[in-house]
């Protein structure tokens, strides 16, 4: 990773092929025990031995999940009771550990990958389409997390720190919205009017930030914290005044529901629920990454986000690109918004915004701000969402845990020496500070 | 605003003449707002402002002022000063007084035209004022926590995390024991602890230090989450039974009317925010101490170069940073409410990390953002109660705003530390 890293240039027309880091991380799983086994083939032991960015991934993974063990044990009361019990039955407490961990793991890759009982089940008569039903389910929780870290990363290639997903999103949500119940179009139309009206309310709120940051040199981290509170509160405004969207006769703050025209479709039936927000999402990606490494605009964020003094000397208008990423930002905010509005049958209410816009951060990071990185990212996040539930019903493990699990990956992911450390590997390249995204406050 | 050392100069706007004019046309808007919306909209009646608490035993005679009257004056007030700023180019002292009149004109015209001729009764100016300040108190905790940190130059996005797991470990500790002041120690050392991770991997491992701070705060709301569902719910009579400090009021300080009641009859988090603020005020810009810390942010190879251990200031005040911003969440529980609930901090540690950088990374300007903040949470509340016919949203809203407006049009660009956000790695 160290290696790539330094290789991300000073405003120069480096086009960064897609990273590595985060490739099969898919299937969490404490499948790589450490550093030290002959493996065949003398450039995997190289790689394996000297941290290759893969395996630093694979290892934070690991040691994110064994974390997370932890935390499932200490709280859980059988548990307490063998090792308080440890003297007279030692093996009850190694057993009810094993136990209380296996099962919640269990569930968690149950409800993200696959479950083994689908398959036997389709043998006997069940439906094949069930076995896909985890993976859809991964897909789409990861649809709008992929999308929010999209927005993330344009503007950390720009040099940017974009805190502003949440109130973003928001913009294009009440858009979204608004054109799905007040508008009537034909189908299709309609849908695509929304998802392009989503679009453009995440970008007005993303241009405010950037248009103010350029005008007049503002900080656009107090500008974007400010106005996620802006429309939040705006948001519970709008949701709870008659006169504005709250749905007739409602006392409580929900929007009325969308149009069935403007809905974004199911592909391939309901059980595997990979709608085409999902579609959005990858083409979103794909675009952005063609935006990044193919086009003009592209490379003027690159290096304005490597080095705004030798950009201006450059020639290229800083303010412009300022404007431009965090109207881009805005807009693929907007794009998620519009996969949760369109995509669900509940309508949009003063909490619908979760924490999409804060994930989208550590999707970003995670992804090292590449638009294939924040892809494989966003899987991997909606795969643990996924299955965080599944494991919350199933063994009344809280699905907090796996936000635990998602911020301690991408801690670890950031930090090569500690996993070499922790899994004595080589060091090749020395502990060298990786730039990839922010250089302080001053850009 | 220039950098003195040798640093790449920061980009920048052309900002000077757009924010002359900028100033001047938010004086003149906030006059025409005082003029056309307080003034014209205001009931028959007088506005009146109470001074001392219902009950208070020497009570003093509320203000009587008629409310469009006076909202027409502050209008006219405000104009005024918008049109002197944008012919006239004030020094520095000057622009701020301006900034401060024209602020408060257009607060006192919008508590008179929110009291005029109300059936609730006089405005409670002490009320006010007294939840101005304990609501100030986690923000302004936070952005000294901040301070401390970024002054020696790493950036701290963990102050939400070290206020929520503060406030946790507060409510833990004190409903455990039964020791409030256990419980404050206990929600400082966990900030603290917070803090040394950050500085483990920000200054040794050399990850960026807004990763670090962002993975903190997730981290800090998923775990608080999952033990507060997993141990705090279910053993609810054991680690969250809501025990708080009480008043403590000072003797003397205390009995003088107005300012007693507001500044000094309050729990003990008051009194430890005012030492706070005073000993890194002096701390930071009188003391020795206080001028190698800031070498440190500033030029980290200069300070290297002079003696100055680099990496263990860092280290000493990131963690220094973490035990005052786990005051600031022990605050949060034991210091207020008592009892903890999920996400207790709810974005706090963000608004004080715009407090902070809204205050220049200075004490006294952070103090000031804060309080900003925190009156506009207090006016909000003082005003639902006075049932004016605006949306509480819309309320909740303005001191956002306001901030947005400030920055771009008052206070426009910050300069952080020079060296603040970049590792330190010795050559």
């Not at chain 1, 063990?69 to 057993?95: E, K, M, Q």
């Not at chain 1, 693929?332 to 995509?343: C, D, N, P, R």
């Not at chain 1, 999707?363 to 299955?387: E, M, S, T």
């Not at chain 2, 001729?117 to 923000?139: C, E, F, H, K, R």
Request: hydrophobic content about 55%; glycine content about 12%.
């Amino acid at each position: 990773m160290s290696d790539q890293d330094e290789a991300e240039p000073s405003a120069a027309p480096y086009v960064p092929t897609a990273t590595t880091t985060a490739q099969d991380t898919g299937a969490p799983g404490p499948d790589q025990p450490g550093g030290r086994q002959p493996l065949t083939g003398n450039a995997i032991i190289k790689a394996v031995t000297e941290g290759h960015s893969v395996v630093i991934t694979i290892l934070a993974g690991f040691v994110a999940l064994l974390v997370g063990a932890v935390l499932i044990v200490a709280s859980d009361p059988v548990v307490l009771r063998a090792w308080n019990s440890f003297g007279y039955a030692p093996g009850t407490a190694f057993s009810a550990t094993w136990s209380s961990v296996a099962a919640a793991y269990s569930a968690l890759f149950e409800g993200a990958i696959f479950s083994p009982g689908t398959i036997s089940a389709a043998f006997h008569g069940g439906s094949i389409a069930a076995i896909f039903y985890p993976l859809s389910l991964t897909a789409f929780e990861a649809t709008p997390l992929i999308l929010t870290g999209l927005s993330v990363a344009v503007c950390f290639r720009a040099g940017m720190f974009n805190i502003g997903a949440a109130g973003q999103w928001i913009g294009g949500a009440l858009v979204a919205t608004w054109l799905g119940y007040a508008v009537n179009l034909p189908i299709v139309l309609h849908a695509v009017v929304c998802v392009i009206g989503a679009f453009a309310g995440g970008a007005v709120i993303g241009w405010i930030v950037g248009e103010i940051k350029a005008r007049t040199g503002a900080h656009e981290v107090i500008l974007t914290i400010m106005l996620n509170y802006v429309m939040y509160n705006f948001l519970a405004f709008a949701l709870s005044s008659q006169s504005l969207m709250q749905a007739p006769g409602q006392t409580n703050a929900v929007a009325p529901s969308i149009d069935g025209n403007a809905t974004l479709p199911h592909v391939g039936g309901p059980p595997p629920q990979v709608g085409v927000g999902f579609l959005i999402a990858l083409a979103a990606a794909a675009g952005t990454a063609w935006l990044l490494s193919r086009s003009t605009l592209g490379f003027e964020f690159r290096a304005v986000g490597a080095s705004p003094s030798a950009a201006r000397s450059a020639g290229i208008r800083v303010e412009r690109v300022w404007v431009l990423a965090f109207l881009i930002a805005g807009g693929l905010a907007g794009l998620s918004a519009s996969t949760i509005v369109q995509g669900q049958t509940a309508p949009l209410t003063t909490t619908s915004y979760g924490t999409y816009g804060f994930d989208g951060i550590t999707v970003a990071l995670l992804g090292r701000a590449r638009p294939l990185g924040v892809v494989l990212a966003g899987l991997l996040f909606g795969a643990l969402n996924a299955g965080g539930t599944v494991m919350e019903a199933a063994t009344g493990v809280p699905s907090d845990v796996t936000n635990v699990i998602e911020a301690l990956i991408v801690l670890f992911v950031a930090a090569p020496p500690l996993i070499r450390l922790l899994f004595r590997l080589r060091s090749t390249s020395g502990a060298g500070p990786q730039a990839v995204t922010s250089k302080g406050w001053s850009g | 605003m220039t950098a003195t050392l040798d640093v790449p100069a920061p980009v920048r706007a052309p900002v000077s003449v757009t924010r002359r004019y900028l100033a001047a046309g938010t004086f003149i808007l906030l006059g025409l707002i005082d003029i056309f919306v307080f003034g014209l909209f205001a009931h028959r009646g007088d506005a009146v402002f109470a001074l001392s608490l219902p009950g208070a035993t020497p009570k003093l005679p509320g203000i009587h002022v008629p409310g469009a009257l006076t909202a027409y004056l502050l209008g006219a007030i405000s104009i005024g000063l918008g049109i002197l700023r944008a012919l006239v180019d004030l020094p520095r002292w000057g622009k701020r007084l301006t900034i401060a009149i024209a602020l408060l004109c257009f607060l006192l015209a919008l508590l008179a035209w929110a009291d005029a001729g109300s059936s609730v009764g006089p405005l409670q100016v002490i009320d006010l004022l007294q939840g101005t300040l304990t609501a100030s108190i986690p923000l302004v905790l936070g952005a000294l926590a901040g301070l401390m940190c970024e002054r020696s130059g790493v950036i701290n996005i963990a102050i939400e995390g070290q206020l929520l797991t503060g406030a946790f470990t507060a409510a833990a500790v004190a409903s455990a024991t039964g020791g409030v002041w256990l419980g404050l120690i206990g929600g400082s050392l966990t900030g603290g602890l917070v803090g040394l991770i950050l500085a483990i991997f920000a200054i040794t491992f050399l990850v960026d230090q807004i990763i670090v701070g962002v993975v903190l705060d997730v981290i800090a709301l998923g775990l608080t989450n999952y033990l507060y569902d997993r141990v705090m719910v279910p053993y609810a009579n054991t680690f969250n039974t809501g025990n708080t400090f009480g008043t403590l009021k000072i003797p003397v300080l205390g009995n003088i009317p107005i300012i007693g009641p507001v500044f000094f009859d309050a729990n003990v988090f008051l009194y430890i925010t005012y030492a706070l603020i005073l000993i890194i005020q002096i701390a930071l810009f009188r003391t020795r101490w206080g001028l190698r810390v800031r070498a440190v942010g500033e030029h980290p190879v200069a300070a290297d170069t002079v003696g100055i251990r680099v990496l263990w200031t860092r280290y000493r005040n990131v963690i220094l940073g973490g035990l005052i911003a786990g005051i600031g969440g022990a605050y949060l529980t034991v210091g207020s409410v008592g009892f903890f609930t999920s996400n207790i901090s709810s974005g706090f540690g963000y608004i004080a990390l715009a407090a902070m950088i809204f205050g220049r990374w200075t004490p006294l300007g952070s103090v000031a953002a804060a309080l900003l903040f925190g009156f506009s949470y207090q006016l909000q509340t003082e005003l639902s109660v006075l049932r004016v016919p605006v949306s509480s949203f819309i309320l909740l809203m303005a001191p956002y705003v306001a901030t947005i407006i400030a920055v771009a049009g008052l206070v426009g660009r910050v300069r952080p530390p020079a060296a603040d956000g970049k590792p330190y790695v010795k050559a």
